[in-house]
């Protein structure tokens, strides 16, 4: 514990501290996936008839925004957040068939505090619970903390989702706890749950990450040896033991 001149317990210090960068509008290129800076004209047919697919709505249901009946609606959905710093919005590519099959976002960037969150995620049908989905996650986290050097990385959703939840857990990040009341999104109440990661749990993150992506954690059918979970969650105890 670190004490001050009065004996008030304070925060330890943070060496060589300075100002983040924001993050800049460039490709994220993974071996399945690719997230460039959102566009209209590039991908907003492509993601339409994507989260078409989800003929119920249901990828809506906890986002402030759609479902979106017409391309059109859509299209003018997608200009007016498109190329923004912030939230800066990327279309996530599969690499083989070249489709723009989800959305996510860098959001609240503040480079002062070195604090991120990433939001606004959106999978269709056909990204849903896929590689490339996972690590669409990690190359956003990759940029974070390896590349513009942030301190912390945040997720926040609403409270009931609890498939957003459990994916924030599954992919290393921790509940901090829930904000009651926090918002109120298509009429209703919303309590926002908390999650975070710290630089000083990416190292450990990145080795668990870099270890399900490895082509050796799937055996011929394409079925993972070892889960994210498990991996994920013995990286942070190791850190924090």
Known sequence: MHIN???QPIGAPVDNWSERPLPPFTTLEGFFSRLEVLDSEKHARDLFEANS???RGKIWGYLPYGPYQSFDTYSDWVKTVAGKPD???YAIIDKVSNKALGVASYMRVNPLAGSIEVGHINYSPALQKSIIATEAM??????????LGYRRYEWKCNDLNEGSKSAAERLGFTYEGTFRQSAVVKGRNRGTAWFSMLDSEWPAIDDAFKSWLSPTNFDENGEQKASLSKLTRD???????
């Open 87 to 89: 939230p800066m919005f």
């Open 235 to 241: 990286a942070l105890s190791n850190v924090t033991a």
């Open 5 to 7: 001149e009065n004996g």
């Open 53 to 55: 697919l989800d003929t």
């Open 138 to 147: 990690y190359l956003m986290m990759r940029r974070t903390f390896s590349e």
